[in-house]
């Protein structure tokens, strides 16, 4: 038995100060309170320890072509633009590569905090469509990535048959093609014999756009995590609603899948009942601020405190967990043109509690779990955030975390009980570094 004594912790129940948190020898929280009965103790002066930071969405090869289409090419600069270079990454990737630059940025989002990852994962076959012998080789060499850097993973297996509704695949989009509904049922109940308990699963039925409704019944027969991109972009959900009256997440709904087990990815053009339908099933919505931007998508017309809603970093134009769920309440005062949009009225540290825990324990209850934050009995993956800097200085420390932190202050981090970040350090950035170079650029 070892604790933690940070001068702050982020409870369920508020901010306590210099409480320690003991952690027995399988990795889970076995008390809160003072010191006592414990091997060791890991002190951490000017430290607030908080659950892990959660990355619900993430495509990791697309940080191959980070920073590479930031220039206006001829013609259209948009979304369905940046679509087309990110189609050409994902398809020079060999399976090394795929590897290489997953650990790449699974290395990034462990220094900047994340203990989790909800890996959207849809690069599957051979560039042709020919699937591997292994047809799982793509998916394994991500988890494989993920448990190198040392943060627990959910393989999200995306489904994809359709380039658009009624429509084939192109060429470029062979990589990812399903022949029917059971391949990516088989592939996730393979991929979840994963020998490590750091290795969860689920499915992803990609969106309206590359999963036809008469599937989604029987994807509806998966038990765990389900995601999807949902009214990302305008186009989508006309083309949506032309093809079926429908809006996508009504589809989704009427074909089963949007259940308390259902993540809605990005929702940034949400149509008349939607929300409803989210909250009548008690569904989430994960928001992607940074790369909802980086696209010129729009963001998330969030204007109540209340609702499930986690973050993730998506297409990795940046990675920064804090700055993420920071923007949905800046984004909602800019939609509705006042302050404090999800905070509770006279709760004094309501809007930074609500922050801090749309980027971690609601990305938990995203990927399956209980989001239980710092209690006994959860896994001991926690982040300790270093306040003993000068843009912290005077502000209080939930608020320091919520509105001011970067992955710069990420000071040590855990991972059932593991430590991953240590001093700002991993063991194996330099071995990550040098193995991801010769893959980037797209
Ligand atoms: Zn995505």
């Given at each position: 038995m070892r604790a933690l004594l940070a001068d702050y912790t982020v409870l369920p129940d508020g901010l306590k100060a210099n409480v320690a948190v003991r952690i027995d020898d399988a990795g889970n929280i076995a008390g809160i309170g003072p010191v006592m009965a414990v091997d060791s103790v890991r002190r951490m002066p000017g430290c607030v320890l908080m659950p892990g930071l959660v990355n619900t969405h993430s495509h990791a090869f697309q940080r191959a072509f980070r920073g590479r289409v930031q220039f206006r090419a001829t013609g259209r600069s948009d979304f369905w633009s940046w679509r087309d270079a990110m189609y050409r990454t994902a398809n020079s990737l060999s399976p090394e590569g795929v590897y290489a630059v997953s650990r790449l940025c699974f290395l990034e989002m462990a220094l900047a905090g994340v203990t989790h990852v909800g890996e959207f994962h849809y690069v599957h076959h051979q560039a042709d469509g020919t699937p591997y012998a292994d047809p799982n080789e793509l998916a394994n060499r991500v988890i494989a990535a993920a448990l190198d850097v040392g943060i627990r993973i959910h393989l999200l297996r995306a489904v994809y048959a359709t380039s658009a509704i009624g429509v084939p695949l192109g060429p470029d989009q062979l990589r990812f093609r399903d022949a029917s509904?059971?391949?990516?049922?088989?592939?996730?109940?393979?991929?979840?014999?994963?020998?490590?308990?750091?290795?969860?699963?689920?499915?992803?039925?990609?969106?309206?756009?590359?999963?036809?409704?008469?599937?989604?019944?029987?994807?509806?027969?998966?038990?765990?995590?389900?995601?999807?991109?949902?009214?990302?972009?305008?186009?989508?959900?006309?083309?949506?609603?032309?093809?079926?009256?429908?809006?996508?997440?009504?589809?989704?709904?009427?074909?089963?899948?949007?259940?308390?087990?259902?993540?809605?990815?990005?929702?940034?053009?949400?149509?008349?009942?939607?929300?409803?339908?989210?909250?009548?099933?008690?569904?989430?919505?994960?928001?992607?601020?940074?790369?909802?931007?980086?696209?010129?998508?729009?963001?998330?017309?969030?204007?109540?405190?209340?609702?499930?809603?986690?973050?993730?970093?998506?297409?990795?134009?940046?990675?920064?967990?804090?700055?993420?769920?920071?923007?949905?309440?800046?984004?909602?005062?800019?939609?509705?043109?006042?302050?404090?949009?999800?905070?509770?009225?006279?709760?004094?540290?309501?809007?930074?509690?609500?922050?801090?825990?749309?980027?971690?324990?609601?990305?938990?209850?995203?990927?399956?779990?209980?989001?239980?934050?710092?209690?006994?009995?959860?896994?001991?993956?926690?982040?300790?955030?270093?306040?003993?800097?000068?843009?912290?200085?005077?502000?209080?420390p939930v608020e320091a975390v919520a509105f001011c932190a970067t992955p710069e202050w990420v000071q040590h981090s855990w991972v059932a009980g593991h430590a991953v970040i240590q001093d700002g350090l991993h063991p194996l950035a330099q071995d990550i570094l040098r193995g991801a170079k010769r893959h980037l650029g797209g």
């Open positions: 509904p059971d391949e990516p049922l088989d592939a996730c109940l393979s991929l979840a014999k994963h020998p490590n308990s750091r290795v969860g699963v689920g499915l992803a039925p990609h969106s309206v756009r590359a999963v036809p409704a008469e599937w989604m019944p029987e994807l509806a027969s998966f038990g765990g995590p389900i995601h999807a991109h949902v009214a990302e972009q305008p186009a989508e959900v006309s083309a949506c609603l032309q093809a079926t009256g429908r809006s996508p997440l009504a589809v989704f709904a009427e074909g089963g899948l949007v259940t308390d087990r259902f993540t809605a990815v990005h929702l940034t053009y949400p149509s008349q009942g939607d929300l409803q339908i989210i909250d009548d099933a008690n569904a989430a919505v994960c928001a992607c601020p940074i790369t909802e931007m980086d696209l010129g998508d729009g963001f998330l017309p969030l204007k109540l405190r209340s609702g499930r809603v986690s973050v993730g970093s998506d297409s990795h134009a940046r990675i920064d967990l804090f700055e993420e769920a920071r923007c949905l309440e800046m984004h909602a005062r800019a939609l509705v043109g006042r302050r404090n949009v999800l905070a509770v009225e006279g709760e004094r540290d309501s809007l930074a509690r609500r922050i801090i825990d749309i980027g971690t324990v609601e990305g938990t209850r995203c990927l399956g779990g209980l989001g239980s934050g710092i209690s006994v009995g959860a896994s001991a993956d926690l982040v300790a955030v270093d306040l003993d800097r000068p843009a912290a200085m005077g502000v209080p």
